[in-house]
């Protein structure tokens, strides 16, 4: 067989040869009269006309047939021609299938009808699959369709996909002396294809009726028997709630299990049943019954919790009809007693697992026993579940870790603190060895500090520019590029390495300790303050080897700089600078309805950023800047507000940190700020800060301040000139992991956030310095720590710039660790059903949120590149979600969203729900009353 077909394969190709490309069935039409005819004797074909057409035809019969060996004598002889029958003409590929459609009806017994609805079937099929049998297969399709039309038509009914006779009938029912009349629908056997084309209409219509009558029979039996269990009394139905019953039967119905209505369930399970409520689903019921239970057997920790019973709709039907005895307080039972089984194994367990890691201190079974008990009991209180939830588990874990610790570091302290490295500047060898030159270029804002110090930079040989943010480091790198010097940039989540370069532009946090350079700028110096992040500039001035290292910042940083250089027995030069143009204060507040173009208004949250952007938008173009947005974002705003496409900037206090705009004006539309701790008045250095961003040189002659309401504006008049209070250690440094193995390796641990709580409380340094602030690592280490990873792996995720405060941030967070703990490739997938714009302030935040988690991919991606393997969309995601908040920001007003549907509200809406909402909760409470 295979070898016929490799034939069959080599003659079609020697054939398209001679036929310059086209088939057997186009080519033959080219080959002449006289050829055709001698072909003909050669093959002894006996044909009574020998006219071409005839010929034609009689030739494509044989080739379609398949024998190899008429195959063989044809090609041969055509071959033997020695000649190409090319086409001469064009023929269009409708034309020729319309030609072979009609040739090969002309061979078959047919309607014009039927001529006409096959050519428009295989108008669009390919021609060489346009075969005799595929046709005559259509006509047998087309004439059974034809005889389904007409029975429908004839016996009121209707066939199905799968050949089944859908029909109507009216039943007569007669019970407890009332009668009346329910149409039903009905379904016979299937027809198959070949039994509608071997019958005609007479034979198939009497097997139709016969189907009918014996269906509609079988139909009364059911009734019969259905009606014969009614009519007998029913502990559950009166007889006018039977009757109801049955005349509310649906069209379609399995009188096995004939529907109740949903208030007779109700109420039938409310009468007979202790339960304290129940919900309706498509195909079940559940019921709900209130419990008691005592956690680990004592009297004083009894809990009340909801116990949930699932009951098939079907067969609380047929035991309701044959009134038969349901069995609900027994099955109630047996549940109840499979969750409290499986809930008291959880608590055992759970009570096992902390005794265990008590394991050596002076820890009692009751102590553990309480601790776990009063966690669970509010947890069941909350949600009436009898079972311990993730969240309350991580509770227990926290709380039973603190009753502990002091435990632990009463056996352990003297050793760690014995064997600290107390010294922390020696854990930088390499940059103690270089002999290192500082330099400090201190001076306000706008005063050319960062530009002379980026200026030595370029003219060193190597170099390192270390920015406090990705968009600044981003800058920085474009800056050295565009002055012709091969760089790299390094950010958490990028890294454009040109292995050429000598320069690298990178976050902070980002720096190399192991690669010595010529000169080293560490910007905005006085970021050393910082609660959180000040670390990595106590960090880098320590530890970056760099012979020259060049720090910029405001005078407030002067003395904590000059410390840190005796400290480091280090020469310090300090290089003062003034500000360029000169900054007018103004005398009075400024209307939002009378802003002249290049001015800022500086909020201190993202609401009032946005708040203000809606106020304004009618009257001109405005730019946003806030923490929240992502930087390419921020950096298209701040773009646009550059080049003139807005004449207004909306931002936080975010365009104080280095980005260079050319803003003339600044008003200040709050003298407060929310610190991540309360509520505080802006200080002498911020307002200073931000002021100084006004009247960039080279851009305006002078920067303009201002405030939009008379008591900012006397705040800002008040503070702006007060001197700042120096900056003073102690400073936080930051551990190493070589000092997390440490900690790890003393107190016999991998459990990551007891090791930085120790680092944090215990650990003890020469010099000005305390641990840094990590919070924020602290609680992602409690999180890394469920999982089964090692401590490297660890702690490099607690690092990740995860925001805590996202429950969907959290979430990515935690599937990424079920990932890793599993060994998984994570993919990440592009957002889908974004609309053009976001229509509210809480869909523009979903879409920032989203920013935020391909932040968080690309920079794990750089930890771990055999995990996250899946940066090209991750960068898609990117641009697509920048591109959207980017639109969504340029639109100017965002709706509220309905607290409950998430449905827009209204312009100027002053409630926090819908109407919608609104009248469904009060058709809730009336309920509830009765």
Not at 713 to 737: C, K, Q, W
Not at 918 to 930: P, T
């Amino acid at each position: 067989m295979a070898k016929k077909k490799k034939k069959l394969i080599k003659y079609n190709q020697t054939i398209r040869k001679i036929f310059g490309g086209d088939g057997f069935d186009e080519g033959i039409t080219r080959v002449p009269l006289d050829n055709l005819i001698e072909m003909a004797m050669i093959l002894s074909l006996k044909e009574q006309s020998l006219t071409k057409a005839d010929l034609v035809r009689a030739f494509r019969r044989i080739w379609s047939n398949g024998d190899t060996a008429d195959r063989a004598l044809i090609t041969e002889y055509l071959k033997s021609l020695d000649t190409t029958f090319k086409s001469d003409q064009v023929i269009t590929n409708q034309e020729a299938r319309l030609e072979k459609i009609d040739e090969i009806l002309s061979q078959i017994e047919h309607t014009p009808a039927e001529a006409v609805a096959i050519r428009e079937q295989f108008e669009d099929v390919k021609l060489k699959k346009i075969t005799q049998k595929r046709i005559e297969k259509a006509l047998v399709k087309l004439r059974n369709a034809q005889k389904r039309n007409q029975l429908e038509e004839k016996y009121d009914g209707a066939f199905d996909d799968d050949g089944r006779f859908f029909f109507f009938h009216s039943f007569g029912f007669e019970i407890f002396e009332e009668r009346f009349h329910k149409i039903l629908q009905l379904s016979c056997r299937p027809f198959d294809e070949e039994e509608i084309r071997a019958l005609d209409e007479t034979e198939l219509g009497q097997r139709l009726e016969a189907c009918k009558a014996e269906q509609i029979h079988k139909r009364k039996e059911e009734i019969a028997r259905f009606l014969e269990i009614a009519s007998k009394p029913n502990r559950y139905l009166s007889r006018e709630q039977t009757i109801q019953a049955i005349k509310r039967i649906p069209e379609q119905c399995d009188f096995s299990f004939v529907p109740i209505p949903d208030s007779y369930l109700r109420d039938i399970l409310f009468q007979h049943f202790e339960m304290t409520d129940l919900e309706f689903r498509a195909d079940t019921l559940r019921l709900f019954k209130r419990f008691e239970k005592e956690i680990f057997g004592r009297s004083e920790w009894q809990v009340t919790y909801r116990l949930l019973l699932e009951v098939e709709k079907r067969w609380l039907y047929q035991a309701i009809w044959e009134s038969e005895s349901l069995p609900i307080d027994e099955d109630f039972e047996q549940r109840r007693v499979e969750v409290e089984s499986q809930f008291d194994a959880e608590l055992i367990a759970l009570k096992d697992a902390l005794l265990h890691e008590a394991e050596g201190l002076e820890m009692k079974e009751e102590q553990v026993e309480t601790i776990i008990a009063h966690a669970v009991i509010d947890a069941i209180a909350q949600k009436e579940v009898l079972e311990i939830p993730y969240k309350t588990l991580k509770t227990i874990n926290r709380h039973f870790a603190r009753q502990i610790e002091g435990l632990k570091l009463k056996k352990q302290r003297e050793e760690l603190l014995a064997r600290t490295i107390r010294d922390f500047k020696n854990l930088f060898p390499l940059a103690r060895e270089m002999g290192r030159r500082l330099i400090f270029h201190v001076g306000p804002t706008n005063s050319g500090k960062t530009y002379a110090a980026m200026e030595q930079l370029k003219s060193a040989d190597t170099g390192y520019y270390l920015a406090p943010l990705r968009l600044l480091a981003l800058e920085g790198y474009e800056n050295l590029k565009n002055s012709g010097i091969p760089a790299s940039l390094v950010t958490g989540e990028e890294q454009i390495i040109d292995e050429e370069a000598a320069h690298i532009s990178s976050t902070i946090e980002m720096a190399n300790f192991q690669v010595d350079v010529d000169v080293c700028v560490i910007d905005e110096v006085q970021m050393i303050a910082d609660p959180d992040r000040g670390w990595a500039w106590a960090n880098a001035i320590i530890g970056i080897p760099a012979h020259t290292v060049i720090m910029t910042g405001s005078e407030d940083a002067l003395e904590a700089v000059q410390e840190l250089a005796e400290w480091l027995d280090e020469e310090l030069e300090v290089v003062r600078f003034e500000r360029k143009s000169p900054l007018i204060l103004n005398h009075h507040p400024t209307s939002l309805k009378k802003l002249e173009p290049s001015t800022a208004i500086v909020a201190f949250s993202r609401r009032d950023v946005l708040a203000l952007k809606e106020q304004l938008s009618g009257r001109y173009d405005v730019s946003v800047v806030y923490g929240n947005l992502s930087p390419e974002v921020r950096r298209e705003e701040a773009r646009r507000f550059r080049e003139g496409e807005s004449q207004i900037l909306v931002a936080t206090d975010a365009i104080a940190m280095g980005l260079n705009l050319p803003i003339r004006t600044i008003l200040f539309a709050r003298d407060s700020k929310f610190d991540g701790q309360s509520r505080r008045l802006l200080t002498p250095s911020e307002i200073r800060q931000i002021a100084g961003r006004a009247g960039r040189y080279g851009l305006h002659e002078e920067g303009y301040v201002g405030a939009l309401t008379a008591p900012v504006l006397n705040t800002v008049t008040e503070l702006i000139d007060e001197p700042s209070p120096s900056i003073h250690g102690p400073y936080r440094v930051m551990a190493n992991f070589d000092h997390i193995d440490l900690i790890a390796k003393i107190i016999e641990t991998e459990s990551l956030s007891e090791i930085l709580g120790f680092f944090v409380k215990h650990m003890q340094f020469d010099g000005p310095f305390v641990a840094a602030n990590i919070e924020n690592m602290l609680e992602i280490a409690k999180m890394v720590d469920l999982y089964k990873l090692d401590l490297k792996t660890k702690y490099h995720l607690a690092c990740a710039p995860l925001s805590l405060g996202s429950p969907y941030l959290e979430s990515v967070f935690h599937r990424y660790l079920i990932a890793l703990e599993k060994q998984e490739p994570i993919p990440f997938g592009l957002p889908d059903n974004l609309p053009q714009v976001a229509q509210t302030s809480d869909m523009l935040f979903e879409a920032e949120e989203m920013v935020k988690e391909v932040s968080l991919y690309l920079w794990l991606s750089y930890r771990f590149p055999d995990a996250f393997v899946d940066t090209e969309n991750a960068l898609q995601a990117r641009t697509i979600l920048n591109n959207f908040i980017e639109r969504s920001l340029r639109q100017g007003v965002f709706a509220r969203a309905c607290k409950r549907c998430g449905k827009p509200l209204p312009p100027n809406f002053k409630f926090g729900i819908c109407q919608e909402c609104f009248r469904g909760g009060r058709q809730i409470r009336r309920y509830n009353k009765k």
